[in-house]
Each structure stands twice: as C-alpha cells, then as structure tokens.
T-cell receptor, first 116, second 110 residues
Framework: EAEVAQSPRYKITEKSQAVAFWCDPI?????LYWYRQILGQGPELLVQ????????DSQLPKDRFSAERLKGVDSTLKIQPAELGDSAMYLC??????????????FGPGTRLTVT | DAKTTQPTSMDCAEGRAANLPCNHS???????VYWYRQIHSQGPQYIIH???NNETNEMASLIITEDRKSSTLILPHATLRDTAVYYC???????????FGKGTLLTVNP
C-alpha cells in the first residue's frame, strides 16, 4: 500500500539554527498538507498546497517558516531560525477523493523536532 | 467548520464494543462527520465519514442522530491495537484542511 514518506523521523537542533523537513506524498495526490502537532493537542494546519501552489498558509509563521513544492510532487518545510516553542511533531499529509465528493487525507509518520 | 465535543478519555475491555460519542450541535447541512485516529507516535489515520445516514466499513460503524447534532463511532470488537486518540471532525466534504480538537483517548484493556 502506498504511503506518505517523511524524513528525518527525528531531529534535534539548537535554537537559532535552521532545520528542514522533507515529504513525499502518495503518487498522484495533487493536494499536500503540512500540520504541526504540539504534545497533547491535535494537529494544526500550517500550509496546504494544490499542485505547486499554496492555497492556505494563514497559520504559517512566515517570519521564520517557509514551505515549497516546486514541481508539485515532494515538498520541503523549513524553519529558520528555530525557537524553543517549535518543538513539536511535523506531519505531512496528501489527499485522495473518496465517495460523495469528499477527500481522505493520508498522513506520514511525522518528524519529531526537539529544539534545545 | 462546526466545533465538536468529545470525552477526554474512555476505557474498553478487549473483545467488547467501543462506543465513542461526539457532540456537534452546530453542524451545518453541508458538513460531514469524519473520524480519524492516531496511534501513539504515528500520523492520524482515516476511519470513516458520513453525512446523514449511518455508515459501516471494515474498521468501524458510524451512527449519526436524525437531527445530526451528535454521532457515535463504534468499534465492534476492540483489540489492544485500537488503543489510540480518536478525533471527531466536522467539515464541508471537500478537499480542505482538517481541524482537529483534542480527541478521545481510548484505552483497550486486556
């Protein structure tokens, strides 16, 4: 069964350093999402792509976070500089249509970021 | 998207049915009810969704009340591997973000 791939699985970085996460969605999925999940809470959307275009980045802290999906396939999320409060799980998801005009989102295993 | 209310935690004995409630009293006519679950240290996993009618698939059943203000996810024979946080989400059935709450931590006990 096809899966969403993410790397690295774990990342420890010092504050003020740059960090990047990579996501490869399921083949053929045009929509890609990046979510952030703080411990004890549900995931929160950071950015949504349709092909290579951003359709929602209203919750992305644009002073330090950036995301790109240059060829409409894989995607990179970057943080520069990292802050202590960025410690969280970063989840990537891609979506496929299911019945009734709705969509199912498939999530990757996530990248656990610890900022020290 | 309408907000949902779920119990913080629930317990269930292995082999018994697990019934997870969700209140969504402000749901709109065009909003679907979705259920996802998240096993510890993994990404969320889609379970089931519905609009008005009850739905069943290989994982679970979804019962939606006639007024659509609440729903129940049923795992008919819970196993230890069903221990997870279960999220009830309501949203328009389109290619759109999921707005997660804190969900219900279901613990299946041997």
């Amino acid at each position: 069964e096809a899966e969403v791939a993410q790397s690295p699985r774990y990342k420890i970085t010092e504050k003020s350093q740059a960090v990047a996460f990579w996501c490869d969605p399921i083949s053929g999925h045009a929509t890609l999402y990046w979510y952030r999940q703080i411990l004890g809470q549900g995931p929160e959307l950071l950015v949504q792509f349709q092909d290579e275009s951003v359709v929602d980045d209203s919750q992305l802290p644009k002073d330090r976070f950036s995301a790109e999906r240059l060829k409409g396939v894989d995607s990179t999320l970057k943080i520069q500089p990292a802050e202590l409060g960025d410690s969280a799980m970063y989840l990537c998801a891609s979506s496929s249509p299911i019945r009734g005009g709705s969509y199912e989102q498939y999530f990757g295993p996530g990248t656990r970021l610890t900022v020290t | 998207d309408a907000k949902t209310t779920q119990p913080t935690s629930m317990d269930c004995a292995e082999g018994r049915a697990a019934n997870l409630p969700c209140n969504h009293s402000t749901i709109s006519g065009n909003e679907y009810v979705y259920w996802y679950r998240q096993i510890h240290s993994q990404g969320p996993q889609y379970i089931i969704h519905g609009l008005k009618n009850n739905e069943t698939n290989e994982m679970a059943s979804l019962i939606i009340t006639e007024d659509r203000k609440s729903s129940t996810l049923i795992l008919p024979h819970a196993t230890l591997r069903d221990t997870a946080v279960y999220y009830c989400i309501v949203r328009v059935g389109s290619n759109y973000k999921l707005t997660f709450g804190k969900g219900t931590l279901l613990t299946v006990n041997p």
